[in-house]
């Protein structure tokens, strides 16, 4: 089952969830300001992705660090996304091993692909 992890007031997340609906992909919804985030599915997140894509810079969480929390995305990004699960960018889709970071045309064609490859 795929899981989008996300916020639920985000519009990128309700994109995503409605295309994966629509498609008829089964799937689950990890709110990371609920759930929040483990550091293993963070570093798994981090080797896949890597922190220039998975860290949102533009958002408001990155905004309100102060100087040296942001430091800390070189010396230890995992902690980093764990204490400050919403500097993700979302969202972030696990397709079963594949990850897929931020909703933009390239991100939706990738999943569009992905649920075609698994017939959903």
Known sequence: MLVVHGLANCDACRKARK??????AAHRFHDLRKDGLDRE??????????????????????????EAERARLDADPAGLLCAHPTLARRPVIDLGGAW?????????????????????
């Open 100 to 120: 897929i970071a931020g909703f933009d045309a390239a991100a939706a064609a990738a999943l569009d692909a992905r649920l075609a490859e698994r017939g959903a």
């Open 41 to 66: 599915t963070a570093e798994a997140w981090l080797a896949a992705i890597g922190p220039e894509r998975l860290v949102n810079r533009r958002s408001a969480t990155w905004r309100g660090l102060p």
């Open 19 to 24: 295309r994966l609906e629509r498609a008829g």
